[in-house]
Nanobody
Framework: EVQLVESGGGLVQAGGSLRLSCAAS????????IGWFRQAPGKEREGVSC????????RYADSVKGRFTISTDNAKNTVYLQMNSLKPEDTAVYYC???????????????????????WGQGTQVTVSS
């Protein structure tokens, strides 16, 4: 059974940091890319970042570049999203998702498309207070 389990969300003041984790099981982790998405109340879900577990290639949304860092620990089948300099507008439910990796996913910016992903986690709430 495929599972993606997010953790690490919480309440933090603006300027603070959080580290989200996405623990994966039930598929060959090294063959997949893991994306982080977020959905704020009343807004559509948006792609935040993506990493290829096979070669470590990464991508970020412009809104988080320079503040968020995605990384992977293949030995633990876990992807992390380190979020620094958090802003109130980062408040959202954060989801991780998995898709079998092919280079066009990142090269053609397909990673931002929800429909590309086969598996999703349940989400973790991040709230940034001003």
């Amino acid at each position: 059974e495929v599972q993606l389990v997010e953790s690490g969300g919480g309440l933090v003041q603006a300027g603070g940091s959080l580290r989200l984790s996405c623990a994966a099981s039930g598929f060959t982790f090294d063959d997949y890319a893991i994306g982080w998405f977020r959905q704020a109340p009343g807004k559509e879900r948006e792609g935040v970042s993506c990493i290829s577990s096979s070669d470590g290639s990464t991508r970020y949304a412009d809104s988080v570049k320079g503040r968020f860092t995605i990384s992977t620990d293949n030995a633990k089948n876990t992807v992390y999203l380190q979020m620094n300099s958090l802003k109130p507008e980062d408040t959202a439910v954060y989801y991780c998702a998995a898709v079998k990796y092919r280079p066009p996913l990142l090269l053609l910016r397909l990673w931002v498309l929800e429909g590309m992903y086969n598996y999703w986690g349940q989400g973790t709430q991040v709230t940034v207070s001003s």
